[in-house]
T-cell receptor, first 110, second 117 residues
């Protein structure tokens, strides 16, 4: 069955460092992969979408890579700030029923 | 600033009672999703609609849950009778989907926090 794996343990980093979050998927061949941010008590908010023919996508301090051979996406936040603290969810997409990973909590310490 | 709206934001009810949650998708979006989120299960898809027609509701307990779109501006999720295990946050999301594809970007509402005692 289709499976999405994100690190369930919180990622703790110091302000100014680069945070890297991982999304692995199995039994999928998604046409694209999305990343969302979720703050406590709120709905997820779309951040970035990367398509299968794109290796890398950037938006301000965010960078996403998509390796269809490894079946993995990496999500990077450079020069991280305490305001980046949130849970980040990945969601492979295409002609599939939408499915989200469980998310990884990021905590950026001042 | 277009947003998905959901009502009520919070609902506390007793076991056995009927619960109805409402969602107004973003105008022009043709795809509507209902999700349930708990600490244990994460974000689970319950049902989704394309152009008001149900595309998939396999994630929904059929005996007590029902989802409908009476018109393009309103989606409802009903639980009857409610049970304590239904306690969760229910999110509605909308998006613009193409035929043969799930939607690209999903825009989520603020959620309805349901507590069944």
């Amino acid at each position: 069955s289709q499976k999405i794996e994100q690190n369930s343990e919180a990622l703790n980093i110091q302000e100014g460092k680069t945070a890297t979050l991982t999304c692995n998927y199995t039994n999928y061949s998604p046409a694209y992969l999305q990343w969302y941010r979720q703050d406590p008590g709120r709905g997820p908010v779309f951040l970035l979408l990367i398509r299968e023919n794109e290796k890398e996508k950037r938006k301000e301090r965010l960078k996403v890579t998509f390796d269809t051979t490894l079946k993995q996406s990496l999500f990077h936040i450079t020069a991280s700030q305490p305001a980046d603290s949130a849970t980040y969810l990945c969601a492979p997409g295409g002609s599939y029923i939408p499915t989200f990973g469980r998310g990884t909590s990021l905590i950026v310490h001042p | 600033d277009a947003r998905v709206t959901q009502t009520p934001r919070d609902k506390v009810t007793e076991m056995g009672q009927e619960v109805t949650m409402r969602c107004q998708p973003i105008l022009g979006h043709n795809t509507v999703f209902w999700y349930r989120q708990t600490m244990m299960q994460g974000l689970e898809l319950l049902a989704y609609f394309r152009n008001r027609a149900p595309l998939d509701d396999s994630g929904m307990p059929k005996d007590r849950f029902s989802a409908e779109m009476p018109d393009a501006t309103l989606a409802t999720l009903k639980i009857q009778p409610s049970e304590p295990r239904d306690s969760a946050v229910y999110f509605c999301a909308s998006g613009l989907g193409l035929a043969g594809e799930s939607t690209d970007t999903q825009y989520f509402g603020p959620g309805t926090r349901l507590t069944v005692l």
